[in-house]
């Protein structure tokens, strides 16, 4: 007993005659009627009684009928199982980054991949770089996204995209009239620096040392966000990732411009260490350095300007 056989049953079933099952299943009527009577042979019963051209099913045929119907009901489960796990249906995915990627570029990220798959749950975890590390580290988190000034032990990176830090200025600030700055324009400058200690503090002053150049140390803080916030209320300038920059342009007062030699910044997706990756991972991980890749090409054509 064949699969082509039920159909043929089933569509002679449905449609009440050989011609019109023919029609359904895109077959011969000839077709059609070899195999009711294989089907008749194997299961050493009559499915139909005939009469002229008119068919009626038989009791056995009836019966028989029921149990096939239990079993295509079977089947139009498993393609809706099916569907449910195409689509992620129940799916959840734990993210970690820091706090201006999870409210601003993870967030829209997120939204975008919702469009898609609606019926996924996805927890945003937000904090300090120790703790991303942490959480991926353990496992707690399926992926992170972190933008890297040097390498993170303890998990898997995956670079997108490298970028080069940006020059922050308050609006209005003597230098915004230059269209590209370099160490010498911040001798004596009040500087907002990331705090002591930090990979990107260190990289920066050692650009200035080798320069040659003093600046006057007038603030620390470690989140690009509060950087931005300080140079806007005229504390002074500061050199930060061109994504926390565009983030804050608007709403906290600054000025962007290019700065030389290059501060390079890596965008990244991270991973836990030893854990294979889901395909719910995988998609959103396309998602992301998609969306990243897309950000930064429009950031880049704009001049670092909005």
């Known amino acids: 007993m064949h699969l082509r056989h039920i159909e043929a049953f089933r569509a002679v079933m ?3 005659s050989m011609t019109a099952a023919a029609r359904r299943v895109h077959t011969s009527q000839p077709q059609i009627s070899r195999l009711i009577a294989q089907l008749e ?9 005939r009469n002229g051209s008119r068919l009626a099913p038989t009791q056995d045929g ?3 009928y029921q149990e096939v119907e239990k079993t295509f009901s079977g089947l139009a489960g498993l393609e809706t199982a099916a569907a449910g796990i195409r689509a992620f249906s129940a799916g959840r995915l734990s993210v970690a980054a820091m706090p201006r990627l999870a409210g601003g570029l993870l967030a829209r990220i997120v939204a975008r991949l919702k469009q898609d798959y609606p019926d996924i749950m996805v927890s945003i975890h937000s904090g300090n770089g120790g703790a991303v590390r942490e959480w991926l580290a353990s496992g707690f988190c399926d992926a992170g996204m972190a933008l890297l000034y040097d390498d993170e032990p303890g ?9 080069h830090c940006t020059a922050v200025l308050p609006k209005g600030h003597r ?20 705090p002591a200690g930090t990979a990107i503090r260190e990289r920066i002053d050692r ?8 600046r006057r140390i007038a603030a620390e803080a470690g989140l690009g966000a509060s950087i931005c916030a300080l140079v806007g ?15 804050e342009q608007h709403s906290t007062g600054i000025e962007l411009r290019p700065f030389a030699p290059a501060v390079p910044v890596v965008a990244a997706l991270l991973y836990p260490p030893y854990q294979q990756r889901t395909r719910l991972v995988d998609v959103f ?3 992301a350095s998609e969306f990243m890749q897309r950000e930064m090409a429009e950031f880049k054509v704009r001049g670092g300007r909005r």
């Open 14 to 16: 449905q449609a009440g």
């Open 207 to 214: 650009i200035f040392t080798q320069a040659g150049v003093e």
């Open 155 to 163: 998990v898997q990176i995956e670079p997108v995209l490298t970028m």
């Open 285 to 287: 991980s396309q998602y």
């Open 233 to 247: 209320m005229g504390m002074g300038v500061s050199l930060i990732n061109p994504l926390a920059a565009r983030e």
């Open 175 to 194: 230098l915004a009239a230059l269209p590209r700055l370099r160490p010498a324009h911040f001798a004596d400058e009040p500087f907002v620096s990331f």
């Open 62 to 64: 009836l019966r028989f």
């Open 41 to 49: 042979t194997l299961t050493q019963f009559p499915l139909f009684e």
